[in-house]
């Protein structure tokens, strides 16, 4: 398969270096900077289930210079949506689908306006993952991934044949039935997971032991369900106490790629995340008190500063 990585971050290059290895024609699409450091210090996944080094990756600076295209993989931060969308456009003119990766859900509704509903594929991805000072990817967690699906009837047969790419690959592919829903659970999930940690500063173990503190975590999930049920994704009590049972189950260092930016001094996705539920629940007329509070206190740190970030 034709693929390119739109971003060679974490992901980006997590997930193109394995299905180079697997030996599909992946193409990584960069600015300049990010070219020359994969460049000069290569493109190299040190992982749990396996390193890996992929000699001569095909790097694009420009869109023009992509070769054919049938899948296109997003994976920038929520705050580089806008600037994509034009690039986007281009590659879906040409015949490419998108398969978006991000973490939340306003994105999808956002690219399925800006570029129509069969152009874009639902995805999101389980796995824990940054880039090293060298820009090498470092992969630590079990899981390493892709939940993904159509959402509309043309993409059926990319789905297959995703589904062959992924099955050769050292990552896993899980083809969702229900990926709207799959979509909405790890959405729900993240803005209680990013918005606690990160809020409080804290890893998942500190703020199990407290109560309060884990009432206020199970509370976002309550809202987060109410606001997807507006949306006819069909989340109930059961889905809440999954969740908090996955959540007992994390380590008690676990903590959210949000929180490790906030310790990091690096820019925040708060906006995409708890910004746009608070955004969805406006259109809904619905209130959403506790993630209105997380997003307030996270807000501050939203753009990044080293010198702020407390470790
Ligand atoms: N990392 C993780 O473990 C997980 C992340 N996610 C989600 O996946 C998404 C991506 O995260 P992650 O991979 O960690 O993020 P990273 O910050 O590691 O990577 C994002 C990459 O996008 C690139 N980028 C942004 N805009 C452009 C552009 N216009 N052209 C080319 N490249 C661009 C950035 O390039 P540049 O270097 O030039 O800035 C950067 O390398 C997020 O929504 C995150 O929440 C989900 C699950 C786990
Ligand atoms: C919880 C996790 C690591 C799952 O992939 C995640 O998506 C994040 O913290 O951003």
């Not at 080094?53 to 993989?73: G, N, R, S, T």
């Not at 500190?206 to 206020?216: F, K, N, S």
């Not at 109410?226 to 009590?237: E, G, P, V, Y």
Request: proline letters at 3%; a negative charge; glycine letters at 8%.
């Amino acid at each position: 398969m034709n693929i390119v990585m739109f971003g060679a971050g974490a992901l980006g290059a997590y997930y193109g270096g394995r299905w180079a290895e697997a030996g599909q024609n992946v193409s990584f699409l960069v600015r300049e900077k990010r070219k020359k450091q994969i460049e000069e210090q290569g493109l190299i996944i040190h992982s749990v289930a396996g390193d890996y080094q992929l000699d001569h990756p095909k790097l694009i600076v420009d869109p023009d210079e992509a070769e054919a295209c049938d899948l296109l993989v997003l994976s920038v931060k929520g705050y580089h949506l806008n600037e994509t969308l034009p690039i986007l456009k281009k590659f879906v003119a040409s015949g490419a689908r998108v398969l978006p990766l991000l973490n939340g859900i306003e994105h999808i509704y956002r690219l399925q306006e800006e570029l129509g509903e069969e152009a874009v594929l639902g995805g999101l991805a389980f796995i824990i993952a940054t880039l090293d000072e060298k820009g090498h990817v470092v992969h630590t967690s079990e899981s390493h991934d892709i939940v993904y699906g159509p959402l509309h009837p043309s993409q059926e047969n990319l789905c297959a044949q995703l589904e062959q790419v992924m099955q050769n690959s050292n990552m896993k592919g899980n083809l969702s039935r229900m990926i709207s829903k799959s979509l909405w659970q790890k959405y729900m999930f993240i803005t209680a997971f990013s918005g606690v940690t990160t809020a409080a500063n804290l890893p998942i173990g500190r703020i199990r032991e407290q109560e309060d503190t884990l009432l206020l975590f199970r509370s976002v999930l309550h809202e987060m369900a109410t606001l997807a049920n507006t949306f006819d994704i069909d989340l109930r009590d059961e889905d809440i106490e999954e969740t908090m049972s996955r959540v007992s189950g994390l380590s008690f260092e676990a903590t959210s790629s949000m929180h490790q930016d906030r310790r990091k001094g690096l820019n925040l996705e708060v906006d995409h995340l708890q910004g746009g539920a608070l955004r969805l629940a406006k259109q809904s007329g619905l209130s959403l008190p506790h993630i209105e509070t997380l997003h307030a206190l996270i807000k501050p740190f939203e753009s990044g500063n080293p010198t702020t970030g407390t470790k």
